[in-house]
Nanobody, 120 residues
Framework: QVQLVESGGGLVHAGASLRLSCTAS????????MAWFRQAPGTERQLVAR????????NYADSVKGRFTVSRDNAKNALYLQMNNLKPEDTAIYYC?????????????WGQGTQVTVSS
């Protein structure tokens, strides 16, 4: 069983940066692909970025390419999302997720989420 806890959300103005963190416990972190999802009110949960267990592979939603960077530190059991040039449409609850399969469509473990609000 893997437990995930996100942090780093907040209220910022458009153009600002935030760095989200997700700390994992309860499993061998490097075995798991990790991902960031987000969900805005009235919308479906969206995959933002994912990264493989040893950081060999990563990909991003088109809407965040060039602005967001996903990374991980397996020694610290930590996942990060650096978000630059934030836009009001980035406002959402951000969740981290873990799964043994990088290409998972139904991720196994989820955090509780952290709110990101971007004002115009």
């Amino acid at each position: 069983q893997v437990q995930l806890v996100e942090s780093g959300g907040g209220l910022v103005h458009a153009g600002a940066s935030l760095r989200l963190s997700c700390t994992a416990s309860g499993g061998s972190f490097w075995l798991y692909a990790m991902a960031w999802f987000r969900q805005a009110p009235g919308t479906e949960r969206q995959l933002v970025a994912r990264i493989s267990g040893r950081s060999q592979y990563s990909n991003y939603a088109d809407s965040v390419k060039g602005r967001f960077t996903v990374s991980r530190d397996n020694a610290k059991n930590a996942l990060y999302l650096q978000m630059n040039n934030l836009k009001p449409e980035d406002t959402a609850i951000y969740y981290c997720a873990a799964d043994r399969n990088f290409l998972a469509t139904d991720w196994t473990y989820w955090g509780q989420g952290t709110q990101v609000t971007v004002s115009s």
